[in-house]
């Protein structure tokens, strides 16, 4: 139904900045919450930022203060911005659809998401 796309992510050095894009394209669904999900080498994959229909935002408190969710509808397109990166920060980005649902915390259930991208690589060097 809907297709997804991100960008943006590169090699730098910590106390550096990226900002990721995930392109939308098909049939997009304006009561999707746009997730940000990160795979660092080795660990599992989390959830990083959200935003829902409404626009209400919510972050991963590892990347509270740093970094910034954002969604333009009339270019079907989400964003994320990270300052001040850290070596930890490095990680497979992914960014996902997620299903709406009156269940509280629903952006972050990735079994609920109906469509991935491929995933953009942000590498933070010492």
């Known amino acids: 139904q809907v297709q997804l796309k991100e960008s943006g992510g590169g090699s730098v050095q910590a106390g550096g900045s990226l900002r990721l894009s995930c392109a939308a394209s098909g049939h997009t669904n304006n009561k999707y919450c746009m997730t940000w999900f990160r795979q660092p080498p080795g660990k599992e994959r989390e959830g990083v930022a959200s935003i829902e229909p409404d626009g209400t935002t919510d972050y991963a408190n590892s990347v509270k203060g740093r970094f910034t969710i954002s969604l333009d509808n009339g270019n079907n397109t989400l964003y994320l911005q990270l300052n001040s990166l850290k070596t930890e920060d490095t990680a497979m980005y992914y960014c996902?659809?997620?299903?709406?649902?009156?269940?509280?915390?629903?952006?972050?259930?990735?079994?609920?998401?109906?469509?991935w991208g491929h995933g953009t690589l942000v590498n933070v060097s010492s």
């Open positions: 996902a659809a997620v299903s709406f649902s009156w269940v509280r915390g629903y952006c972050w259930n990735q079994m609920n998401a109906d469509a």
